[in-house]
């Protein structure tokens, strides 16, 4: 659950809009991830023997993989399949494509713990792969779902064979066939023009292959529930053939450049919800400077602590008079943390370099304006991918990258005729079981709303903090 935050302005700042991400977009509906199916894949237990082979995905139906469950897109990412394989024609670093292991309960990936991910595709190698924990209550009906993911970077675990990369998308072509829209569903076009052209097919382009070693995922391996592709920071396709967990590498030698695993690196800590029992953060991303005062005054009035997360484009404006904004926050015990510079979909921008400028920038805003450090950074639009939590990682020490498990879904509301329907958003959340929110005071109905928010929050028994206190940070500052 992302929301998506753009920001513009003009002299004065910034100002967003937000889109939504579900998990279960593109052409099949959400159902599929809650769909029980026959054939269901039993764990063995911890001290077993190791497990074989296990066989997740060979394409052979176009909804559901080889354990018998559901595969499939979201955030609108187009898709071709053909038996055998899924194309993938990515556009936006939030789109991504699931396969799982199991539907309502929990998948133990304990008895494979030491052997490792095998994935074959013909396309590009810029995205990223992960491996996604269920909840706590392995039931997808509660929030998080899915859960916390961990993930690496593909291309740092391709295996080059010796004849090198052609270059060409999964389909042979180097660039990617157009998107059309027919009966409100994205399809590709393979219009050849009708024309009486020599039809001889193209040779395939080779495979490619990854080697994941399955301890490289840091998450509960107790409680897996699917195996994702997302964070494309290119528009080239790829063609997914194989997903599986194989016991052993091929050995370096000449033909494959002689490839080994590479190192795990360090990434952020993504978290979705506050560990403190019975605690309830508030993340409040940048907003209108004519809304603040408002906010302080509910925030004082209600007796509660927040977490700000402040764009550093936006500190740097004086015209916006939001350094002095959160300069009074920070003295009424509020937490103020990381946004970005620019506030871009960091994960589709091209470069190393210019990931790390986002986060540098950001850092240095942050101390220059307000005095202060932090280890907390919100992703803008919540995107998140391998190569931003990698330098996140690099940069930030202990650094913890905020999502979240409750959206008012302001995004989508509170400009409509029934911005009351960002009250049942929150509740509807809260109620699944969510515990840290995202919201902006960018609109007169949020804001409006947010006393509604946290009376409700505190009539459900939970006690409101700022997010370092609900992570229960030990730097944090004591609860009052």
Request: charged share 20%; with cysteine.
């Amino acid at each position: 659950m992302k929301s998506h935050i753009l920001l513009s302005s003009p002299v004065l700042f910034l100002a967003f809009f937000l889109q939504a991400m579900s998990l279960a977009h593109g052409h099949y509906s959400d159902q599929h991830w809650y769909e029980p199916r026959e054939q269901h894949v039993l764990s063995a237990p911890e001290n077993a023997r190791p497990m074989p082979s296990l066989i997740i995905d060979t394409f052979q139906n176009p909804t559901h993989n080889d354990l018998g469950f559901w595969h499939g897109a979201g955030e609108d990412l187009a898709m071709q399949y053909q038996p055998g394989s899924m194309q993938l024609f990515p556009t936006d670093p939030d789109q991504n494509y699931h396969t799982q292991f199991e539907t309502n309960g929990c998948f133990s990936m304990i008895p494979w713990r030491n052997q490792f991910l095998h994935v074959e595709f013909v396309g590009t190698d810029q995205f990223t792969v992960s491996l996604n924990e269920h909840n706590e209550d392995c039931y997808p009906h509660r929030a998080p779902f899915p859960g916390v993911p961990d993930s690496i970077e593909a291309s740092r675990y391709m295996m080059k064979m010796g004849h090198g990369s052609t270059g060409h998308d999964g389909d042979g072509h180097e660039h990617d066939e157009p998107i059309r829209e027919e009966h409100g569903k994205k399809q590709i076009s393979k219009d050849n023009g009708g024309g009486d052209e020599d039809d001889q097919t193209p040779a395939a382009p080779p495979k490619k292959e990854l080697f994941i070693p399955l301890s490289h995922f840091l998450i509960n391996q107790n409680r897996v529930v699917s195996v994702s592709f997302s964070g494309f920071y290119t528009n080239r396709s790829i063609t997914l053939h194989r997903v599986e967990i194989v016991s052993s590498v091929p050995p370096p030698r000449k033909e494959n450049n002689y490839f080994k695993i590479p190192e795990k690196l360090p990434t952020g800590e993504l978290i979705l919800r506050c560990t403190r029992p019975k605690s309830f953060a508030f993340g409040i991303d940048d907003g209108s400077p004519r809304f603040a005062q408002e906010v302080m005054r509910i925030l004082d009035e209600e007796n509660v602590r927040v977490t700000f997360f402040a764009v550093g484009a936006g500190l740097r404006d004086t015209t916006t008079n939001l350094t002095r904004f959160y300069r009074e926050m920070l003295k009424k015990g509020h937490q103020v943390a990381l946004h970005s510079n620019t506030h871009p979909k960091m994960e589709a921008l091209p470069t190393i370099d210019k990931i790390d400028n986002e986060i540098i920038q950001a850092q240095r805003t942050l101390k220059e304006q307000l005095g202060i450090e932090s280890s907390y950074f919100r992703p803008p639009f919540g995107t998140v991918g391998a190569r931003m939590r990698q330098q996140i990682a690099k940069y930030i020490p202990n650094a913890y990258i905020v999502n979240w498990s409750v959206d008012v879904e302001d995004w989508l509301w509170a400009d409509s005729s029934t911005p009351e329907k960002q009250l049942d958003a929150f509740y509807r959340s809260v109620a699944r079981g969510g515990n840290l929110a995202v919201m902006h005071f960018l609109n007169p109905t949020t804001v409006g709303y947010l006393r509604q928010f946290i009376r409700h929050v505190k009539g459900s028994g939970f006690k409101i903090m700022r997010i370092d206190q609900c992570m229960e940070d030990p730097d944090s500052p004591p609860l009052s």
